[in-house]
């Protein structure tokens, strides 16, 4: 299948250096921590193609439907996103995110996540593989301010997934 053309561009634009591709991660990341499916939807090419676990995903209306129900279930979500690899067009990122559900059971999902851009620097291919442990709450990593404030991403000054040993 054909990918969609599209003059819409999201910088940093492949081929990727380790700065751009560092650069593409966090601004991933913050995007996901702002849990605005719709805003996300924008940075994947119009047919673009996911696995997220066992679901598949396909185009920026499967994208905002599939967010808005996991962030329905999953919340207090935060994220932090790690560069793991990365090639000319693709980019391969470990990642851990923390949530509870509608119980208060707290949780840490670990993962990978193998992408693919167009030229135009938009997601076409996302592989994400994850894994869900269950932690009590007082395990938590993540403890920069939000959701009381808001979705928010992490701060600047707030350590990564090496610096906090995970």
């Given amino acids: 299948m054909a990918a969609a053309q599209s003059s819409e561009q999201r910088p940093p634009l492949p081929p990727f250096t380790r700065d751009s591709a560092i650069q593409k991660t966090r601004l991933a990341e913050d995007a996901w921590n702002g849990r605005d499916p719709r805003r996300i939807s924008l940075a994947y090419t119009p047919d673009s193609h996911w696995r997220n676990r066992s679901s598949f995903v396909t185009g920026r209306a499967e994208i905002v439907e599939f967010l808005t129900g996991k962030w329905e279930r999953e919340l207090d979500y935060r994220l932090i996103k790690e560069l793991w690899a990365y090639t000319d067009n693709r980019i391969a990122v470990r990642f851990q995110y923390e949530y509870h559900n509608g119980d208060g059971a707290w949780f840490r999902a670990y993962g990978n996540e193998n992408w693919e851009f167009d030229k ?25 301010p939000g959701p009381e404030t808001g979705p928010r991403p992490r701060p600047a000054d707030y350590p990564g997934l090496t610096e906090l040993g995970l």
């Fill in 120 to 144: 135009n620097g938009l997601m076409r291919i996302r592989q994400a593989s994850i894994n869900d442990v269950a932690i009590a709450e007082s395990e938590r990593k993540f403890r920069w």
